[in-house]
């Protein structure tokens, strides 16, 4: 280095530490390039942290994680002893009461404990992000949507595929008329395919709980009945009391595509078909039908919903050999002048067959895109742009998708009031609309 460099260097070193005494230095200058200063940073709490809540918090590692709540020290250990300086919690409304530091909440409980944890969230008004479905009734949805309003905080579901790139491209080709107006969707899963059972009944044994578990906090909300390992960490998916079955675990992932891509809400009605159907868990396959009103210049339209291995019949658009869907399902949309075929979560959308796909002019892109799922949460807790997934969006999707299981359980068409959240033709569903709550718990 020069002489005149090295001086220089020092009078603007010597000037600029005079004038930061009479200037606000920018914030991401005080956090380093790339990365966030503390004063920017949430402090996030995490409940139901042994599973899938490992990988949400994860998507928040860059923030400050000071509280983990789960049921089972044994099952979230991995997790607590990644964040050893985050205060360790197996009640959330113990935690929520007594660490006032807390600002946002991810959860990533099974269903039954979406909604009563989401809700203590937002009446203290901590923003929230939850694991796909919302919740695990249709009154808990619509409920959810509105305290987030009211609270005015950051939401988001955990439905990573509405961040996607590719649920924007078929939006924008639908938008464009790439196949014309649809009045058919079809959307399907391979689940449960053996992940967890379905079409069972309830276990008879009554073996000891585990020392590490807190069998009375896992139940929650849900009716009272003895530990068994069937239910937890992960199989309580197909149970009525826990889970909602295959179409709750995955409609919000798959049955998202036509949702958002042909702006839809409530469906007029919903009729299903199914294996078996008992009081303790989901049928082993299921097919359901949704039919749902004009929307401006779109037509009605039909999604028809396809799981435990069934699916739609195979398009004479797609060649021979190539695959139907990928990944844990996927979309068919059959429009009046051709079909787009995707997989799961939207992925590898194709006008079929491939010689429409290579002779159509894409679009502008001109929806926003993502910076991430858990990205955007982030930045709208910071004062951002509201998450693609928000309550506002989430709570009607919930609905929807668990409208099916309503008909599932009733084996009957329901007609839909969705201002009245009622079966106008089945007062009985009541039932399966709106749940009762364990005495000591409430939403």
């Known amino acids: 280095m020069s002489h005149k460099t090295a001086t220089s260097r020092r009078k603007f070193l010597k000037q600029s530490t005079a004038f ?64 050893p300086n985050a205060r360790r919690w197996s009640d959330y409304r113990r935690m929520l009461e007594k660490q006032k530091d807390i600002e946002a909440v991810v ?13 203590t969230a937002l009446r203290m008004k901590k923003h929230v992000y939850c694991e796909k479905p919302l919740t695990h009734s249709v009154y808990e949805a619509r409920k959810l949507a509105e305290a987030a309003r009211e609270a005015g905080v950051a939401t988001q579901m955990g439905n990573q595929g509405h961040s996607s790139e590719e649920i924007r491209l078929i939006k924008e080709w639908i938008l464009d008329g790439a196949i014309g107006k649809v009045r058919e969707v079809h959307a399907w899963t391979d689940r449960p395919g053996g992940r967890w059972p379905q079409g069972v009944g309830r276990p008879g044994e009554t073996p000891p709980v585990p020392v590490m578990l807190d ?27 826990f889970g909602t079955g295959s179409l709750g675990d995955m409609g919000c992932h798959i049955i998202d595509v036509p949702y958002y891509a042909l702006d839809l809400n409530a469906p007029l009605s919903v009729e299903a078909v199914s294996t078996e159907v008992n009081s ?65 979560y939207g992925k590898g959308p194709r006008l079929i067959p491939e010689t429409q796909m290579q002779q159509y002019h894409r679009p502008p ?9 858990h990205a955007d949460w982030l930045a709208a807790c910071k004062g951002g742009k509201p998450a693609s997934s928000n309550f506002d969006y989430a709570g009607p999707l ?3 998708v668990l409208l099916g299981n309503v008909a599932i359980r009733v084996r009957k068409k329901i007609y839909w009031d969705v ?19 364990r005495e000591g718990w409430s939403l």
């Open 20 to 83: 930061a005494a009479f200037t606000i230095v920018p914030r991401h200058v005080l956090g380093g390039p790339g990365c966030t200063p503390p004063s920017e940073k949430l402090n996030i709490a995490g409940i139901g942290v042994g599973g899938k809540g490992a990988g949400d918090i994860g998507g928040c590692v860059e923030e400050n994680i000071v509280a983990l709540c789960d049921v089972d020290y044994e099952y979230a250990s991995k997790t607590f002893n990644t964040y």
């Open 107 to 119: 959860i990533a409980t099974p269903d039954h404990i979406h909604a009563p944890a989401a809700m």
């Open 215 to 241: 069998w009375d906090l896992w139940l929650g909300p849900a009716p009272e009945r003895p530990y068994h390992p069937v239910y937890h960490p992960f199989k309580w998916r197909g149970r009525w009391d």
């Open 280 to 344: 303790e868990s989901a049928p082993l396959v299921s097919k359901v039908v949704y039919d749902f009103p004009g929307r401006g210049n779109m037509p009605p339209v039909q999604i028809t919903w396809y799981d435990g291995g069934l699916r739609p019949t195979r398009p004479a658009e797609l060649e021979e050999g190539r695959r139907m869907g990928s990944g844990n399902g996927g979309v068919l949309f059959a429009g009046e002048k051709g079909k787009l075929i995707c997989g799961c």
């Open 365 to 373: 892109k001109t929806i926003p895109r993502s910076a991430g799922h």
């Open 398 to 400: 919930t609905e929807t």
């Open 419 to 437: 201002e009245k959240m009622k079966c106008t033709n089945l007062p009985a569903a009541d039932e399966f609309i709106r749940r009762e709550y």
